[in-house]
């Protein structure tokens, strides 16, 4: 059992939690802000981009998925307002 390698488990365990933790965070953003804050996703996703080249091993892969997860974001923002627009979501009453 000592000479598995984990990091496959481990890097795939990570990349389902990141990508099933940027769901609802897509949803709630485009809730309270719309689909401007498209830069924050933007700019989180080059700042883990940048900072998986500094990092090794596992580290690095993981911190690669999230920056690449911030990207993927951006565009299921844009399909977010289109799913609110049809009724699937709720609009935020507040915001015009």
């Known amino acids: 059992m000592n000479d598995m390698d984990w990091s496959g488990i481990i ?3 990570s990349a389902f939690i990141i990508i ?3 769901h609802p965070l897509v949803i709630k953003a485009e809730y ?6 498209w830069w924050l996703f933007a700019l989180a996703g080059v700042g883990f981009c940048a900072v998986s080249l500094l990092a090794s ?9 999230a920056g ?14 289109k799913r609110v627009k ?6 935020n009453p507040k915001r015009k």
Do not use: T
């Not at 309270?32 to 804050?37: E, N, V």
């Not at 049809?86 to 609009?91: D, E, L």
């Open 32 to 37: 309270y802000w719309g689909k401007g804050c």
């Open 11 to 13: 890097l795939g365990a």
């Open 20 to 22: 099933g933790a940027f």
């Open 68 to 81: 690449f997860s911030c990207f993927w974001s951006i565009l299921e923002l844009f399909h977010q307002e």
């Open 57 to 65: 091993g596992e580290v690095s892969a993981v911190l690669g998925v």
């Open 86 to 91: 049809k009724g699937w979501f709720p609009a």
